[in-house]
């Protein structure tokens, strides 16, 4: 996994350049869950499912049917009823997707089941700069801890940074251009 802070980070920054109308802390929130919940998968550990099993961790949750079902399904229980329904819902789908695309860039672990049902198998990126984190909120406590969020401000943080900048100025430019003109 990356870290809650790298999931939201994400999320957080697809929201704002995507669907700037409906940031609001809710939607920030749920998206947030949204893009964090396929790796309430470890609780499996608990129960004796096995990691390289599809029904454990970084299995069937990391998959893009999941994000779909699961995004869908946030989006109707919070949202069926507002008119922003359709943006929601495309937000807490490509949310959950974010999830299993940032895993496949970690360093550690095994990969995602990005293709489950239909492939088993568990595939990375083949670009893998970011530093797994560890599965404990213990593990996070100390250096390794550091280490994961050094690596993801560097390969998460700045590029949501850089993006937000640029979406950002571009939009106060659209927004000057428009009121400057007769
Ligand atoms: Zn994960």
Known sequence: MASIFGHVAAS???GYTAFPKHIRKATILLTGFCAFAPDLDVLGFR???PYESEWGHRGWTHSLVFAFVFGSLMAWLFFREKPEFRKMWLW???STASHPLLDMMTNGGRGCALWWPFSLERIFFPF???QVSPMSIGGFI???G???LASEMV???LPCLVLVMIV???RRFAQKKQTDSP
């Open 12 to 14: 957080s920054t697809l």
């Open 47 to 49: 129960f004796g499912i």
């Open 92 to 94: 807490c789908i490509l």
């Open 128 to 130: 893998r700069p970011i």
């Open 142 to 144: 100390g250096k390794w």
């Open 146 to 148: 550091m280490v994961v």
């Open 155 to 157: 390969w998460i943080g």
């Open 168 to 170: 950002g100025i571009s």
